[in-house]
T-cell receptor, first 114, second 113 residues
Protein backbone atom coordinates (compact mmCIF):
# COMPACT_ATOMS: atom_id res chain seq x y z
CA UNK A 1 0.00 0.00 0.00
CA UNK A 2 1.44 3.35 -1.03
CA UNK A 3 1.95 5.86 1.75
CA UNK A 4 1.17 9.56 1.91
CA UNK A 5 2.98 11.42 -0.87
CA UNK A 6 4.16 15.01 -0.63
CA UNK A 7 5.98 17.34 -2.97
CA UNK A 8 8.26 19.12 -3.19
CA UNK A 9 10.54 17.72 -0.48
CA UNK A 10 12.46 20.98 -0.14
CA UNK A 11 11.74 24.58 -1.04
CA UNK A 12 13.73 27.77 -0.56
CA UNK A 13 12.03 31.12 -1.20
CA UNK A 14 12.46 34.75 -0.26
CA UNK A 15 10.09 36.50 2.11
CA UNK A 16 6.95 37.91 0.48
CA UNK A 17 7.05 35.24 -2.22
CA UNK A 18 4.33 32.62 -2.50
CA UNK A 19 4.70 28.85 -2.28
CA UNK A 20 2.46 25.81 -2.64
CA UNK A 21 2.75 22.28 -1.27
CA UNK A 22 0.95 19.21 -2.56
CA UNK A 23 -0.24 16.11 -0.73
CA UNK A 24 -1.77 12.86 -1.95
CA UNK A 25 -3.16 10.78 0.94
CA UNK A 26 -3.42 7.03 1.21
CA UNK A 27 -6.12 5.73 -1.12
CA UNK A 28 -9.50 5.59 0.60
CA UNK A 29 -8.58 7.84 3.50
CA UNK A 30 -11.36 10.36 4.04
CA UNK A 31 -9.55 12.60 6.50
CA UNK A 32 -6.52 14.71 5.60
CA UNK A 33 -4.45 16.90 7.89
CA UNK A 34 -1.80 19.57 7.38
CA UNK A 35 0.66 20.18 10.22
CA UNK A 36 3.44 22.74 10.67
CA UNK A 37 6.56 21.53 12.48
CA UNK A 38 8.97 24.26 13.49
CA UNK A 39 12.51 23.10 14.21
CA UNK A 40 12.78 21.62 17.68
CA UNK A 41 9.01 21.52 18.27
CA UNK A 42 6.22 19.03 17.83
CA UNK A 43 3.87 19.28 14.86
CA UNK A 44 0.98 21.73 15.14
CA UNK A 45 -2.27 21.11 13.27
CA UNK A 46 -3.08 23.77 10.69
CA UNK A 47 -6.17 22.35 9.01
CA UNK A 48 -8.22 19.15 8.92
CA UNK A 49 -10.39 18.03 5.98
CA UNK A 50 -13.10 15.39 5.97
CA UNK A 51 -13.47 14.48 2.28
CA UNK A 52 -13.57 17.93 0.62
CA UNK A 53 -14.94 19.84 3.63
CA UNK A 54 -12.99 21.68 6.31
CA UNK A 55 -13.45 20.24 9.82
CA UNK A 56 -11.02 22.44 11.74
CA UNK A 57 -8.92 25.38 10.56
CA UNK A 58 -8.80 27.27 13.85
CA UNK A 59 -4.99 27.38 13.88
CA UNK A 60 -4.52 28.30 10.24
CA UNK A 61 -3.23 31.89 9.75
CA UNK A 62 -5.90 32.72 7.22
CA UNK A 63 -4.43 36.06 6.23
CA UNK A 64 -1.61 34.25 4.44
CA UNK A 65 -2.32 30.51 4.45
CA UNK A 66 -4.95 28.72 2.40
CA UNK A 67 -5.69 25.08 1.69
CA UNK A 68 -8.06 23.16 -0.51
CA UNK A 69 -9.09 19.60 -1.21
CA UNK A 70 -11.44 20.12 -4.10
CA UNK A 71 -12.18 16.53 -5.11
CA UNK A 72 -11.77 15.00 -1.68
CA UNK A 73 -8.51 13.31 -2.58
CA UNK A 74 -5.29 15.30 -2.93
CA UNK A 75 -4.76 18.66 -1.28
CA UNK A 76 -2.76 21.85 -1.73
CA UNK A 77 -1.50 24.17 1.00
CA UNK A 78 -0.46 27.67 -0.07
CA UNK A 79 1.38 30.48 1.69
CA UNK A 80 1.11 33.97 0.22
CA UNK A 81 3.07 36.04 1.09
CA UNK A 82 5.62 34.04 3.08
CA UNK A 83 7.30 35.37 6.21
CA UNK A 84 10.60 34.34 7.81
CA UNK A 85 8.73 32.63 10.65
CA UNK A 86 7.03 30.28 8.17
CA UNK A 87 10.29 28.34 7.85
CA UNK A 88 9.31 24.85 8.98
CA UNK A 89 8.50 21.36 7.82
CA UNK A 90 4.95 21.02 6.52
CA UNK A 91 3.56 17.57 7.16
CA UNK A 92 0.54 15.99 5.56
CA UNK A 93 -1.24 13.08 7.22
CA UNK A 94 -4.32 11.02 6.45
CA UNK A 95 -6.61 8.63 8.28
CA UNK A 96 -9.58 6.47 7.35
CA UNK A 97 -12.03 8.65 9.25
CA UNK A 98 -12.36 11.14 12.09
CA UNK A 99 -12.93 8.69 14.91
CA UNK A 100 -9.37 8.66 16.16
CA UNK A 101 -8.06 6.14 13.66
CA UNK A 102 -4.30 6.15 13.30
CA UNK A 103 -2.92 9.01 11.26
CA UNK A 104 -0.29 8.18 8.63
CA UNK A 105 2.26 10.88 7.84
CA UNK A 106 4.04 11.81 4.66
CA UNK A 107 7.77 12.68 4.55
CA UNK A 108 7.07 16.41 4.75
CA UNK A 109 8.13 19.48 2.80
CA UNK A 110 10.97 21.47 4.34
CA UNK A 111 10.49 25.20 3.68
CA UNK A 112 13.17 27.81 4.20
CA UNK A 113 12.18 31.46 3.89
CA UNK A 114 15.11 33.85 3.46
CA UNK B 1 -6.84 23.23 26.18
CA UNK B 2 -5.16 19.90 25.68
CA UNK B 3 -1.39 19.74 26.11
CA UNK B 4 1.45 17.23 26.21
CA UNK B 5 4.73 17.64 28.08
CA UNK B 6 7.69 15.36 27.51
CA UNK B 7 11.21 15.35 28.80
CA UNK B 8 13.69 17.45 26.93
CA UNK B 9 16.55 15.81 25.16
CA UNK B 10 18.83 14.83 23.88
CA UNK B 11 18.94 11.54 25.70
CA UNK B 12 22.23 9.76 25.08
CA UNK B 13 22.53 6.07 25.94
CA UNK B 14 24.89 3.22 25.25
CA UNK B 15 23.63 0.23 23.30
CA UNK B 16 21.65 -2.25 25.45
CA UNK B 17 20.85 0.39 28.08
CA UNK B 18 17.34 0.84 29.51
CA UNK B 19 15.31 3.69 28.09
CA UNK B 20 12.61 5.81 29.70
CA UNK B 21 11.15 8.92 28.09
CA UNK B 22 8.63 10.66 30.30
CA UNK B 23 5.35 12.03 28.98
CA UNK B 24 2.50 13.68 30.87
CA UNK B 25 -0.67 15.17 29.49
CA UNK B 26 -3.55 17.51 30.25
CA UNK B 27 -6.87 16.83 28.55
CA UNK B 28 -10.58 16.93 29.11
CA UNK B 29 -12.44 13.69 28.74
CA UNK B 30 -10.71 10.45 27.89
CA UNK B 31 -8.03 10.94 25.25
CA UNK B 32 -6.20 8.32 23.24
CA UNK B 33 -2.44 8.42 23.69
CA UNK B 34 0.28 7.81 21.13
CA UNK B 35 4.01 7.63 20.66
CA UNK B 36 5.30 8.59 17.22
CA UNK B 37 8.91 8.20 16.06
CA UNK B 38 10.76 10.25 13.46
CA UNK B 39 13.91 8.67 12.07
CA UNK B 40 16.45 10.96 10.39
CA UNK B 41 15.18 12.15 7.03
CA UNK B 42 11.86 10.33 7.35
CA UNK B 43 8.27 11.17 8.23
CA UNK B 44 6.52 10.48 11.52
CA UNK B 45 5.59 6.87 12.14
CA UNK B 46 3.19 5.56 14.74
CA UNK B 47 5.15 3.52 17.27
CA UNK B 48 2.38 2.51 19.66
CA UNK B 49 -0.90 3.68 21.09
CA UNK B 50 -3.34 3.14 23.96
CA UNK B 51 -6.97 4.15 23.93
CA UNK B 52 -8.10 3.74 27.55
CA UNK B 53 -6.78 3.76 31.09
CA UNK B 54 -4.43 0.90 32.05
CA UNK B 55 -4.00 -0.15 28.42
CA UNK B 56 -0.43 -0.98 27.46
CA UNK B 57 0.76 -0.22 23.94
CA UNK B 58 3.77 -2.11 22.64
CA UNK B 59 5.77 -2.41 19.44
CA UNK B 60 9.37 -3.23 18.47
CA UNK B 61 10.30 -3.80 22.13
CA UNK B 62 8.92 -0.41 23.21
CA UNK B 63 6.10 -0.19 25.77
CA UNK B 64 3.96 2.52 27.34
CA UNK B 65 1.10 2.23 29.83
CA UNK B 66 -1.83 4.67 29.96
CA UNK B 67 -1.89 5.90 33.57
CA UNK B 68 -4.96 8.03 34.18
CA UNK B 69 -4.20 8.60 37.86
CA UNK B 70 -0.86 10.24 37.04
CA UNK B 71 -1.88 11.47 33.54
CA UNK B 72 1.23 9.84 32.13
CA UNK B 73 2.27 7.67 29.21
CA UNK B 74 5.99 7.05 29.68
CA UNK B 75 7.87 5.24 26.90
CA UNK B 76 10.21 2.39 27.91
CA UNK B 77 12.50 -0.10 26.23
CA UNK B 78 14.61 -2.65 28.03
CA UNK B 79 17.59 -2.68 25.67
CA UNK B 80 18.10 0.05 23.07
CA UNK B 81 19.94 -0.38 19.80
CA UNK B 82 21.82 2.12 17.64
CA UNK B 83 18.95 1.87 15.15
CA UNK B 84 16.58 3.31 17.77
CA UNK B 85 18.27 6.69 17.43
CA UNK B 86 15.46 9.07 16.44
CA UNK B 87 13.15 11.76 17.76
CA UNK B 88 10.20 10.46 19.79
CA UNK B 89 6.93 12.39 20.09
CA UNK B 90 4.20 11.80 22.63
CA UNK B 91 0.73 12.83 21.46
CA UNK B 92 -2.92 12.68 22.41
CA UNK B 93 -6.19 12.89 20.56
CA UNK B 94 -9.47 13.74 22.20
CA UNK B 95 -13.00 13.42 20.89
CA UNK B 96 -13.67 16.75 22.61
CA UNK B 97 -11.23 18.35 20.17
CA UNK B 98 -12.34 16.65 16.97
CA UNK B 99 -9.74 13.90 17.36
CA UNK B 100 -6.95 16.24 16.29
CA UNK B 101 -3.51 15.19 17.48
CA UNK B 102 -1.75 17.37 20.06
CA UNK B 103 1.98 16.69 20.19
CA UNK B 104 4.67 17.17 22.78
CA UNK B 105 7.90 18.89 21.81
CA UNK B 106 9.79 15.70 21.02
CA UNK B 107 12.75 13.97 22.64
CA UNK B 108 15.86 13.14 20.65
CA UNK B 109 17.41 9.79 21.50
CA UNK B 110 21.00 9.04 20.54
CA UNK B 111 22.29 5.51 21.08
CA UNK B 112 26.05 4.95 20.93
CA UNK B 113 27.61 1.60 20.07
Amino acid sequence: EAGVAQSPRYKIIEKRQSVAFWCNPISGHATLYWYQQILGQGPKLLIQFQNNGVVDDSQLPKDRFSAERLKGVDSTLKIQPAKLEDSAVYLCASSLDRTGETQYFGPGTRLLVL
Amino acid sequence: GDSVTQMEGPVTLSEEAFLTINCTYTATGYPSLFWYVQYPGEGLQLLLKATKADDKGSNKGFEATYRKETTSFHLEKGSVQVSDSAVYFCALSSSNAGNMLTFGGGTRLMVKP
